[in-house]
């Protein structure tokens, strides 16, 4: 199990790029989002001397210059400076919250209920049962043909390297569930999670979170890392029995 300031500094040190994304690192991380994802800018991970209004106004000039009209702002406590103050400032909306949990991996207990299963995705035909469940629960544009191709080639390259894999689960074989898992440094970072509306409260979500779990011990991680939503997953991750670090906060700032 990791310490305390090695989980704080993973969870700080966290951030995703999606395929036909683009990225800057200049006063903070900045992540432009493709169309099928809704688009927009996603910022975080602030480290600058200047002030927290001069770091939102470059983030607002990049969104910008970027030809979007939408900030997304998720804050952590090694932000430097903080941008909270700045953003509601600007009258950003706060949107979403998540709890940072962590847990050493070998102290897992999950109860799957025997209706509930959990597969590693390998095939084009899991990817599109993926890809069924992202749409509604991440309200993003399905994927065409090429699409799907593309991600499969991800998974596949995940899983040849040992860097990452995605999980889909079943209710009584019907596809329900899913969530990702990418290793890095001995850290299990679970993201993605998605369980459509109609099978919540299962046992779907439990069987890919120990399937995720499993998979990423095998590959040599001792920790499990996750940002789970405060009204969805957070309470399934601390009856599982992960503690809490932390919680950090989406602000939406639409541009004028």
């Not at 470059?58 to 009209?69: D, N």
Request: charged content about 25%; glycine content about 10%.
């Amino acid at each position: 199990m990791h310490s305390t300031d090695e989980i704080l500094r993973a969870a700080a040190a966290w951030f995703w790029v999606p395929r036909d994304g683009e990225h800057e690192n200049v006063e903070l991380q900045l992540v432009r989002y493709p169309a099928r994802f809704g688009g927009g800018v996603r910022g975080s991970q602030v480290r600058s001397d200047r002030t927290a209004a001069e770091v939102l106004d470059h983030a607002v000039a990049r969104t910008r210059a970027w030809g979007e009209s939408e900030l997304t702002f998720w804050t952590n406590p090694s932000d430097g400076p903080d941008l909270e103050d700045a953003l509601r400032h600007r009258g950003a909306e706060h949107i979403d919250t998540v709890a940072v949990f962590a847990l050493a991996i070998d102290q897992v207990s999950i109860e799957v209920p025997p209706a509930a299963s959990a597969e590693v995705v390998r095939t084009i035909e899991q990817v599109r049962e993926v890809d069924v469940i992202n749409v509604p629960v991440w309200q993003q544009a399905p994927l065409d043909a090429d699409g799907l191709r593309d991600e499969l080639a991800e998974i596949e390259a995940g899983l040849t390297t040992g860097e990452g894999f995605r999980v889909l689960g079943r209710l009584g074989g019907d596809a329900v569930s899913t969530g990702g898992c990418t290793v890095v440094e001995g850290f299990a970072r679970l993201w993605g999670a998605a369980t459509l509306e109609h099978a919540r409260g299962s046992g779907a979500y439990r069987a890919v979170l120990a399937e995720r779990l499993r998979v990423s011990a095998e590959w040599g991680a001792s920790t499990a890392l996750v940002k789970g939503r405060v009204a969805t997953s957070a309470p399934i991750l601390a009856r599982a029995g992960f503690t809490q670090y932390g919680a950090e906060r989406a602000y939406r700032l639409r541009l004028d």
